[in-house]
């Protein structure tokens, strides 16, 4: 009995490091006291990372409704704010793969990105405002924190499925219960957001968990259509695939939630 306890306490701490490296990896929330190896971390636990930003994110808008609730009115402002939240916290490491690979497939310089490089992700941040725009600030309190958590999903299932997925860094991912792990990781995180909003907006309707629920199965599908994706058209995982994926994930899930949860509500 003993032994066993000492078993599950050394797992917790394992965990524990585990998400910790991750956010200390993958986010401006830097942590020198960890070991600098990337080798061995289990990506099922990335969705914490989602919760990190979507926390952030859950934290501005309502500190921008205690200001002044004309300020969430203005949306345009909001989401340049739901825009630039989550590129700041991940060190803009989004952007710059984003950059990189799509200015590889139309490169006419090898010293410079290419106008690929500079205009698909413009494009994809105009694509991502005018999805803010169209669902509103309301919607955007739960929708946009659980968003980032579905990404963070994406990616885990990408890498589950990708074949071509023998970087080290990201091996960790390839087991079953990675997936598993970041499955329920993010329903939970997903519907928690959602139920906080709600109860800050004094409105809470079963409609939008089974709506967020569905967020995470158009995250699942848009994960194995990324690792399909990714196997066909490049040489295998790396940091700019990582990041470009979770770009056009965020992107891609943002635009079929949109039309479910338009579906859901009318």
């Known amino acids: 009995m003993v032994e066993d306890g000492n078993q599950e306490e050394k797992v917790m701490e394992m965990d524990d490091v585990a998400v910790m490296s991750l956010i200390s990896r993958f986010t401006i929330f830097k942590n020198k006291n960890l070991p600098e190896s990337e080798g061995g ?15 952030v994110m859950l934290i501005a808008l309502t500190v921008l409704f205690i200001i002044d609730d004309k300020i969430v009115g203005i949306t345009p402002f909001v989401c340049i704010v739901a825009i630039a939240i989550p590129m700041f916290v991940y060190a803009f490491k989004g952007t710059a793969g984003l950059m990189r690979l799509s200015g590889s497939f139309y490169q006419e310089d090898s010293n410079s990105v290419g106008p690929a490089g500079l205009m698909i992700p413009v494009l994809v941040v105009l694509l991502m405002y005018s999805m803010y725009l169209m669902i509103g600030t309301g919607m955007m309190f739960y929708f946009v924190p659980a968003l980032e958590v579905a990404v963070t999903f994406s990616l885990v299932t990408m890498l589950f499925f990708s074949k071509k997925c023998r970087d080290q860094r990201f091996s960790a991912a390839s087991g079953m219960s990675g997936l598993v792990t970041a499955a329920i990781i993010s329903v939970i995180a997903g519907v928690a957001f959602a139920g906080i909003a709600l109860l800050l907006m004094d409105s809470l309707e079963y409609k939008l968990i089974i709506a967020i ?54």
Do not use: C
Request: hydrophobic share 60%; charged share 10%.
């Open 41 to 55: 971390i289990n990506l099922g636990m990335f969705p914490f990372v989602g919760v990190i930003v979507g926390i």
């Open 213 to 266: 629920v569905l967020m995470f199965g158009v995250a699942f599908g848009v994960g194995f259509l990324s690792a399909s994706l990714s196997d066909k058209y490049t040489e295998g995982m790396d940091g700019n695939v990582f990041g470009a994926s979770m770009e056009l994930s965020r992107a891609l899930i943002a635009i079929v939630s949109a039309l479910l949860f338009a579906i859901i509500f009318t």
